[in-house]
């Protein structure tokens, strides 16, 4: 029989989405990173910004990724443990009836 720990799952989805907010955070560090850059002139400095505006678009892009699996783990979460709890209404009804 598979068994399936709802709970665990749940705080798995919680993990992933403090992992996301955990880089929200780091992106947010990146855009000042970026400001500073504007400080001086030159080739550096260009270069310095164009790298921090790489990274804040790859870390913006993973925090997308992060939210939409958590989102997907919550979703087949929850049919599973629908499905689960139906599956013992039906059997519970069907013993009933024997």
Known sequence: MLQFNYNKAIQQVAELRSIA???????KLSNAMSTTGAAWEGPTSEQFKSKCEALSDLITAEIGRIRTIADSLEQTAKQIRDTELQAQQTLKTNTIRS
């Open 21 to 27: 907010n955990d880089m929200e955070a780091s992106k």
